[in-house]
């Protein structure tokens, strides 16, 4: 199983690419929107870890993913 991380911030990016974990920076709450979705297809990713602020961003549809549905865990860092 993978870990994702969609992060507002660069060098949070950036450390978690050195060990290993995708990421992507994303400051559009669009574009987040539609990575999140992407990320849900995707059988292969089991944890998705968000900054504070895409999760403040995306509230009501990372709380959703994690009240219904058992992959992928959501993290907030």
């Known amino acids: ?9 660069l060098e949070t990016a950036l450390g978690l690419k050195l060990s290993g974990i995708q990421s992507s920076v994303i400051n559009d709450k669009d574009e987040v929107d ?16 968000v900054t504070d602020n895409i999760y403040n961003q995306n509230k009501e549809k990372l709380d959703y993913i994690k009240e219904f549905k058992k992959i992928p865990l959501i993290v907030k860092i």
């Not at 199983?1 to 911030?9: A, E, G, L, Q, T």
């Not at 539609?34 to 998705?48: A, Q, S, V």
């Open 1 to 9: 199983m993978k870990i994702y991380c969609i992060s507002d911030s």
């Open 34 to 49: 539609k990575k999140i979705d992407d990320i849900i297809k995707d059988t292969e990713i089991g944890i998705l870890v």
